[in-house]
């Protein structure tokens, strides 16, 4: 059981109450709301989205529905939520609900982590993080936590269709505990990427992440010796799209072969998408990849802040 902070549309005041389940999850099959909540730079209408914020910190939302709170204090000032994170890691929802509609934030509260030579988080090998800002940019300051995947599990969607676990770094499968991060504005580009996908006849549960997270560690372990990675950030995705779950890239410009040209066939759509702009889209890199003995063809897709193009 749960108590539920509840904050009405009149913001008068904060009543209390007990709820004897948690918060429900979006009560619409669809995929976007007609209402959006806006926090830590972006702005969202998916049914189902995610956050991370520190132990204690406060963490604020801008929208005009109204909230409930798996646990801590909420407070209100016009448009303005603010949540209290509790002082211990964990996992915890924030319901917004509008007009009948419902937005699931789930809300992680990350591990401490310092950074330092070659260091681990509790056995988890993490490495180093850049000590400079690249291109002065606040998107790529070290990580102050990580997001400990038992307070997932690893199954819980993160958007309407991606789950925690597509995200995980590939290195010791089957560590514990495990840690990863996981940009917003990623997951939203993906979530728009799918749809249009899904709008031209190609259809798909969701998009094949090959990888998601990387470690400092393992990304060096892997020959790529980069510190700016928006993988080592949470912030990028190496994918395919899969409808017929055969495990590579589908035929996606119906030439009979899955190659780079369905790669590129992809990656048009994504600069479509980016042309428009707007809050489905955050600035950031699409890049071309094919084949080789160890994977198929796959789009590279991140929220890196500004525009990158390679391999078209």
């Known amino acids: ?40 730079g972006v702005k969202s209408d998916l049914t189902v989205m995610m956050a991370t914020v520190m132990p204690s910190s406060n963490f604020v939302v801008e929208t005009q529905a109204d909230v409930e709170a798996s646990i801590g204090t909420v407070t209100r000032s016009g448009k303005t939520v603010t949540w209290k994170a509790p002082a211990t890691p964990g996992r915890h929802e924030l319901t917004f609900r509008q007009n009948g509609e419902a937005i699931t934030l789930h809300v992680f509260v990350l591990t401490p982590f310092k950074n330092g030579t070659d260091v681990s988080l509790n056995g988890y090998k993490i490495g180093e993080y850049r000590k400079t800002l690249f291109r002065g940019m606040q998107s790529y300051a070290e990580p102050m936590g990580f997001i400990d995947l038992s307070h997932g599990p690893a199954d819980l969607k993160i958007s309407p269709h991606f789950t925690l676990g597509q995200f995980i770094c590939k290195q010791q499968p089957g560590h514990d505990p495990t840690y990863l991060l996981v940009n917003p504005a990623t997951l939203i580009k993906l979530e728009t990427l799918l749809e249009a996908a899904d709008a031209k006849g190609w259809k798909a549960d969701t998009l094949h992440i090959m990888s998601g997270f990387r470690t400092p560690h393992y990304n060096r372990s892997i020959g790529n010796k980069t510190t700016s990675s928006r993988h080592l950030y949470g912030g990028a ?63 590279h897709i991140d929220s890196r802040g500004y525009r990158a193009r390679w391999g078209h």
């Open 237 to 299: 995705a190496d994918i395919w799209l899969d409808g017929d779950g055969d495990g590579r890239m589908d035929d996606l410009n119906g030439d009979g072969l899955v190659n780079k040209d369905d790669a590129r066939t992809l990656a048009k759509l994504a600069e479509k998408l980016a042309s428009k702009g707007g809050r489905n889209w955050p600035s950031g890199g699409v890049g071309v990849y094919g084949a080789n003995s160890a994977h198929g063809p796959f789009v």
């Open 1 to 40: 059981m749960f108590q539920c902070v509840k904050l009405s549309l009149l913001y008068a005041s904060v009543a209390i109450a007990t709820c004897i389940s948690s918060p429900a999850a979006a009560q619409s099959s669809d995929m976007r709301a007609s209402f959006t909540i806006g926090f830590q």
